[in-house]
């Protein structure tokens, strides 16, 4: 693997896709069932299936029960490995909440709060006057 520049690196690149994978990949996302698993993004759906893919062979191991998958200032989605399916969390002016859980607290949560990320977005809705807990 090419050793990039520092400030070229990223977490992320760019993969190609036959279109055939594509076009079966964005019929599923307009299923129930992509979105009660919830998938929302083609990168959603090849994330999970290459990282379940390379685990069933023996080339990647999670590095712990649950993989940040994304955020933005509306919460985050983790993946949780046991459940095998996504999870987001929402980040609101009266709290957070896990929609898998439809609870204000839970393991999701606690994971969540983890995340560096995650917790600047608190300090920072926090100090706009949300009730959100401190980090």
Not at 20 to 37: G, H, P, S
Not at 81 to 95: L, S
Request: aromatic share 8%; charged share 25%; net charge neutral.
């Amino acid at each position: 693997m090419p050793n990039y520049p520092e400030e070229t690196q990223s977490k992320h690149a760019t993969v190609r896709l036959p279109k055939e994978l594509l076009n079966a990949i964005e019929e599923f996302l307009q299923t129930d069932k992509a979105q009660k698993m919830g998938f929302l993004h083609i990168t959603d759906v090849a994330t999970t299936a290459v990282r379940e893919f390379l685990r069933d062979q023996g080339y990647y191991t999670p590095p712990d029960r649950y993989i940040n998958l994304n955020h933005d200032e509306n919460g985050i989605k983790i993946f949780d490995i046991q459940q095998r399916k996504p999870i987001q969390i929402y980040i609101r002016p009266q709290g957070i909440w896990c929609e898998q859980c439809q609870k204000t607290t839970c393991e999701h949560i606690d994971y969540a709060l983890t995340q560096p990320d995650i917790q600047t977005t608190i300090r920072k809705k926090r100090r706009e006057g949300w009730n959100l807990p401190d980090t």
